[in-house]
């Protein structure tokens, strides 16, 4: 039996325009010229029903700006500042992302949280930085094995998203949520598609609860953690599933583009 919020999503499902997939590379502290060259090479004259970007090192955004008008590759940035401006030695703002050609930018990936303690307030004004100046934010969330296991996924979850989301207004902007178990990042793990689905929705609800119904069915979910080209279609198939963030299986370029090119058809 559906209940009526299931009958209301089926409404907006209908109504508004189809979430088409994105698949985000992140290279974290990887690559150089050759793997620039290769992944530039790889993707000459493919086309896809979605989006594809690759996150590189700060450095080398510069040396993949020249090659894009030969590909549909857009460029990320694995990180934002909070700041504008100002004595904030080794940030990069988002004013300065967007004038080197950046279109969006992870925010809260799970290792920069841990790592770097960044925090769901932070993440929040990084969030509102990158729309003030229309760059795309993909905000990580993701819980630990010792929080999956002791069954507070949804609260994690909800925290982070009500935290680094707290009065953010879209106003018909874009925003993209990253659902990264932290523990299948690196590990070889992944979710089954049947719990990645069934946390997408609990994602999807939030979002809900924050935005209303038609703004949280535009946002596109991506999910990322061992993601490979031999789970990718079944992870795709989900309905709440838009897409997918690809750590180490990015830096393969064949790799990457065998997810690129099974993630938009799934979803045509």
């Not at 994105?22 to 004259?45: E, H």
Request: net charge negative; glycine share 8%; hydrophobic share 40%.
């Amino acid at each position: 039996m559906f209940h009526y919020t299931d009958i209301v999503r089926l409404v907006f499902c209908e109504a508004i325009v189809n979430r088409k997939p994105i698949v985000i590379a992140n290279w974290k502290l990887n690559g150089g010229l050759d793997l620039i060259c290769m992944s530039l090479a790889s993707f000459i004259g493919k086309q896809f029903d979605g989006t594809i970007a690759i996150c590189p090192p700060y450095i080398y955004m510069r040396d993949m700006m020249a090659f894009l008008k030969f590909s549909e590759l857009l460029i990320g940035s694995q990180n934002v500042s909070r700041f504008e401006s100002g004595a904030y030695t080794g940030e990069t703002s988002a004013q300065m992302l967007k004038e080197a050609g950046c279109s969006l930018c992870l925010i809260g990936h799970s290792e920069r949280r841990a790592m770097f303690n960044e925090s769901n307030e932070g993440c929040c004004i990084k969030v509102a930085t990158a729309l003030n100046h229309n760059l795309l934010p993909v905000l990580c969330i993701g819980e630990s094995q010792a929080e999956k296991d002791a069954g507070k996924t949804s609260a994690v979850l909800s925290s982070q998203l009500t935290q680094g989301l707290a009065n953010i207004a879209l106003k018909g902007r874009d925003l993209c949520i990253a659902y990264e178990p932290v523990w299948a990042i690196g590990t070889g793990l992944s979710a089954s598609p049947e719990r990645a689905q069934h946390v997408h929705e609990i994602i999807r609800n939030e979002l809900t609860s924050l935005f209303g119904i038609a703004d949280a069915e535009r946002i596109r979910i991506v999910y990322g953690g061992s993601v490979n080209k031999g789970n990718t279609a079944q992870l795709l198939q989900q309905k709440d599933i838009d897409g997918l963030l690809v750590g180490g299986a990015s830096l393969d370029t064949e790799h990457f583009l065998a997810i690129c090119q099974q993630a938009c058809a799934v979803k045509e």
